[in-house]
């Protein structure tokens, strides 16, 4: 039974005998037309793949087996139909359903003394409903309103909308981020999905936001929606409080170069920009010239014309470091995860200490959601910069994204005790302090 994570493992307990047995007063036969009433939920193995292994287990002292029969029914016992299932005389039954939906399984095995029971009739009780649910649920509607009177109770009014048939009792999560952050913070878990829910937010959250709401359902699936940002007046309360917690600092700082994950993972251009298109015909072809012109396209957001240029460069020249930096991080914003993960392996190759390069591939493994991955690149990126504010921040994200609470609050701490660090990565550390405190679950 295992290695089929996708599949419905289905225990009926059946005894082989000479006679059939007889059925209970619940399998008696209803009128045909009349279907039997649908199940309670809990009397439902639900799972999201159509295959499903159906096991069972004989009476000791019976007779080896000389035959197996699946029956199902998708209609509440109106009809029953003979599965095809090949030859079987030993556990388990392998099936496979045509459709998403609900049906009721009916077993009957077989030795030479007989059959262990009669084939079901309309009406005749399943030894086991199944149903089958591939689609995760959908979130139709989603939206968050300011109460009218927000300046004084700070309330939003979130509403939404879901299309599913199979949520379990309480399926409903709401989360939100500031719109320049890469982490969602719980609202609320559990909810019922009763389609609103009055939010008190915080006083120290100002500024725009995203809204996530999920839901779940009986198989495990969770389906998600984002609602488009939303303004949040700062109170006077939240702006005393983040302007007494960040300590005082040195008048001589480094430039913030880094606001969010995404910022702090985006590696720097490989050189200064031209401000004006260079001419193509007077470029001379050789590779530092396709490079720059890589450049220019990749300042403008012209992706796929600058990795064309970058590798044009790289046949010309395939040491060219500056190059293949620049195709690994135009093939990061083409989404192409798996060509820049290999491009910053090769430059990771040449370089084990390369920061620009180990930043890069940290930003690839976050975008594939290998977080583990993210983890060690992170911690390789503090081994040779222990001081750097803008990496311990981010190493908190990537804790976080793990759902490890008291990492993440470690590293963001240690952003304010870092001396000479940016007001706005303070600003941003304390931000995280107070979204995700000590004492909250995850």
Not at 316 to 338: I, M
Request: proline share 8%.
């Amino acid at each position: 039974m295992t290695g089929l994570y996708r599949n419905a493992v289905l225990c009926i307990a059946l005894a082989v005998s000479a006679c059939a047995f007889a059925r209970a007063d619940s399998e008696q036969p209803l009128t045909p037309e009349v279907p039997l009433a649908a199940p309670e939920p809990q009397s439902v193995r639900f799972v999201r793949a159509p295959g499903v292994k159906i096991d069972f287990e004989l009476w000791a002292g019976r007779g080896s087996l000389t035959s197996v029969d699946l029956w199902i029914t998708d209609d509440r016992s109106v009809t029953w139909k003979h599965a095809e299932i090949g030859t079987i005389t030993k556990p388990p039954v392998i099936w496979t359903a045509p459709r998403d939906g609900l049906y009721g399984l009916y077993l009957i095995v077989s030795n030479s003394a007989g059959a262990s029971s009669p084939p079901p009739t309309p009406g005749t009780a399943p030894q086991q409903w199944v149903a089958v649910d591939s689609r995760p649920p959908r979130i139709t509607k989603i939206s968050a309103t300011r109460d009218p009177n927000f300046e004084l109770n700070r309330r939003v009014d979130i509403r939404w909308t879901t299309d599913d048939d199979h949520l379990i009792d309480r399926p409903i999560s709401i989360y939100f981020r500031p719109s320049d952050d890469a982490l969602f913070a719980p609202i609320a878990k559990s909810l019922p999905n009763n389609g609103s829910f009055a939010w008190t937010v915080p006083n120290e959250l100002d500024g725009r936001i995203v809204i996530k709401i999920e839901a779940t359902d009986r198989c495990g699936q969770t389906g998600e929606a984002l609602m488009s940002s939303i303004d949040m007046p700062a109170s006077a309360r939240s702006s005393t409080t983040l302007a007494q917690a960040a300590p005082a600092k040195s008048e001589h700082r480094a430039a913030a170069n880094s606001s969010a994950l995404s910022d702090f993972l985006d590696p720097p251009a490989a050189a200064v920009i031209p401000p004006t298109a260079p001419d193509p015909a007077a470029e001379p072809a050789d590779a530092e010239s396709k490079r720059k012109r890589g450049d220019w396209h990749r300042a403008r957001g012209e992706w796929q014309l600058a990795e064309e240029r970058y590798r044009e460069a790289i046949q010309l020249d395939p040491a060219s470091v500056p190059a293949r930096r620049g195709l690994a991080a135009v093939l990061f914003r083409s989404k192409k995860y798996d060509d820049a993960d290999a491009a910053y392996g090769w430059l990771l190759s040449t370089d084990a200490d390369d920061i620009d390069s180990l930043r890069g591939r940290a930003m690839v493994q976050v975008s594939q959601r290998r977080y583990a991955s993210a983890s060690q690149t992170m911690q390789r990126l503090l081994q040779l910069r222990p001081e750097d504010a803008e990496i311990w921040l981010a190493s908190g994200d990537v804790a976080m994204l793990m759902g490890d609470r008291a990492v993440a609050r470690r590293a963001w701490l240690k952003v304010q005790a870092i001396s000479n660090v940016p007001d706005e990565l303070v600003e941003r550390a304390h931000r995280r302090l107070v979204i995700y405190p000590a004492d909250s679950a995850p």
